[in-house]
């Protein structure tokens, strides 16, 4: 069974900090991991990463996936209030014949404070 | 604008009704899913389907059921037989053969009463 875990589960911070998500998995025929943030409802699309050792960069945000340790991180410099979200880390998978499914961890549940 | 839409938002049912959400996409995508999210417990798979006709039991199926009789709408029927329906639903879509990940919907929040 393919399993995403997410570390921490909440983390409460100031604004001006930087924060660092973890993300591991075990998943058959791994095909590439994905960030979500989730605000309030739809998550939206962050990253996607299929090669290892290759920084996605976004402003503040960015991303790297190790496939042999199986761990991705996303990290968030300089945080704002408005980065307050749930990040999601998704893993698909390729099932020959059959549509390719993403496997979604928990979450982690980000506060950033004045 | 191409999307997804998700109706109602919120909904409310008594013990033992059957109810269905609705999911209608615009983008012409192939493959359609839906997940459920409860706190704490991130999302879900309870059915997909690549194509019109055709679909698949995700990892909690049992209580829920489907039908993909357009490639545009892929409603999913909440039954009495699942027994903790309250919860947030969301719908997704891709494109057959992108890489790149799901547009979701903007959810349901289902709430038995």
């Known amino acids: 069974e393919d399993k995403v875990v997410q570390s921490p589960l909440s983390l409460v911070v100031h604004e001006g900090d930087t924060v660092t998500l973890n993300c591991s998995y075990e998943?058959?025929?791994?095909?590439?991991l994905l960030w979500y943030k989730q605000e309030k409802k739809a998550p939206t699309f962050l990253f996607m990463l299929t090669s290892s050792g290759i920084e996605k960069k976004s402003g503040r945000l960015s991303s790297i996936l190790d496939k042999k340790e199986l761990f991705s991180i996303l990290n968030i410099t300089a945080t704002q209030t408005g980065d307050s979200a749930v990040y999601l880390c998704a893993v698909g998978n390729i099932n020959t014949g059959t549509a390719s499914k993403l496997t979604f961890g928990t979450g982690t549940r980000l506060q950033v404070t004045l | 604008d191409g999307g997804i839409t998700q109706s109602p938002k919120y909904l409310f049912r008594k013990e033992g009704q059957n109810v269905t959400l609705s999911c209608e996409q615009n983008?012409?995508?192939?493959?359609m899913y839906w997940y459920r999210q409860d706190p704490g417990q991130g999302l879900r798979l309870i059915y997909y389907?690549?194509?019109?006709?055709?679909?698949q039991k995700g990892d909690i199926a049992e209580g829920y059921s489907v039908s993909r009789e357009k490639k545009e709408s892929f409603p999913l029927t909440v039954t009495s037989a699942q027994k903790n329906p309250t919860a947030f639903y969301l719908c997704?879509?891709?494109?057959?053969?992108?890489?790149?990940?799901?547009?979701f919907g903007s959810g349901t929040r289902l709430t038995v009463v």
């Open positions: 983008l012409n995508h192939d493959a």
């Open positions: 998943v058959t025929n791994f095909r590439s």
């Open positions: 389907s690549q194509i019109v006709n055709d679909f």
């Open positions: 997704a879509s891709k494109r057959t053969g992108s890489t790149y990940g799901y547009t």
